[in-house]
């Protein structure tokens, strides 16, 4: 089956300094692609989506990267504040599935001070 | 808007008992919505997809007689842990897909489940 995999577990940053998050994907029938932030003992929040037959989407102080050739995701955060602080999940959907998510193993963010 | 909230928010039970939790879509109608479970420091994994007026879903590897999923209506969905065990302690999180087809989930704030 589809999976979605994260190539770190764990990212630190300096407040101000900008975060990248990557998440590799290998079902190349995916066709929309979500980031998702998950505070301690909360749900998931929507952050930004892409479709396949995109490339970038920029959102407010995010970027959504998407390299379908190499099947690679990434999420930018401009800026990273404290409240940047959570786990950040990819997710994927398959194209003509039952639209199901299928979520990544999840990045963890720490902000320095 | 689409806001989902979930009953309780956490929970603790004694083995051998049955849980209730509910998931609600606030402020729109929703013809799916699924249900999913995540242990600590993993990830969520999706147990059963529920459509309102049908039977749910389940993946595989989840029992579908442990894990009673009922969608009676456009708006609430509700999963039922049976005779609970101390490794069905867990994070269930729902979430609702809004009725027309379009892909967004959205998600509930979770129930933390406890057996004890």
């Known amino acids: 089956g589809e999976s979605v995999g994260l190539h770190l577990p764990t990212l630190s940053v300096q407040e101000g300094d900008n975060s990248i998050i990557n998440c590799a994907y290998s079902?190349?029938?995916?066709?929309?692609f979500i980031w998702y932030k998950q505070e301690s003992g909360k749900g998931p929040q929507f952050i930004i989506d892409i479709r396949s037959n995109m490339d970038k989407r920029q959102g407010q102080r995010v970027t959504v990267l998407l390299n379908k050739t190499v099947k690679h995701l990434s999420l930018q955060i401009a800026a990273t504040q404290p409240g940047d602080s959570a786990v950040y999940f990819c997710?994927?959907?398959?194209?003509?599935?039952?639209?199901?998510?299928?979520f990544g193993s999840g990045t963890q963010l720490t902000v320095l001070p | 808007g689409a806001v989902v909230s979930q009953h309780p928010s956490w929970v603790i039970c004694k083995s051998g008992t049955s849980v209730k939790i509910e998931c609600r879509s606030l402020?729109?109608?929703?013809?799916?919505m699924f249900w999913y479970r995540q242990f600590p420091k993993q990830s969520l994994m999706l147990m059963a997809t529920s459509n309102e007026g049908s039977k749910a879903t389940y993946e595989q590897g989840v029992e579908k007689d442990k894990f009673l999923i009922n969608h009676a209506s456009l708006t609430l969905s509700t999963l039922t842990v049976t005779s609970a065990h101390p490794e069905d302690s867990s994070f269930y999180i729902c979430?609702?897909?809004?009725?027309?087809?379009?892909?967004?989930?959205?998600f509930g704030p979770g129930t933390r489940l406890t057996v004890t």
């Open positions: 079902n190349s029938a995916s066709d929309y």
């Open positions: 997710a994927e959907i398959l194209s003509g599935s039952a639209r199901q998510l299928t």
């Open positions: 402020d729109f109608q929703a013809t799916t």
């Open positions: 979430s609702a897909r809004k009725s027309g087809g379009a892909d967004e989930q959205y």
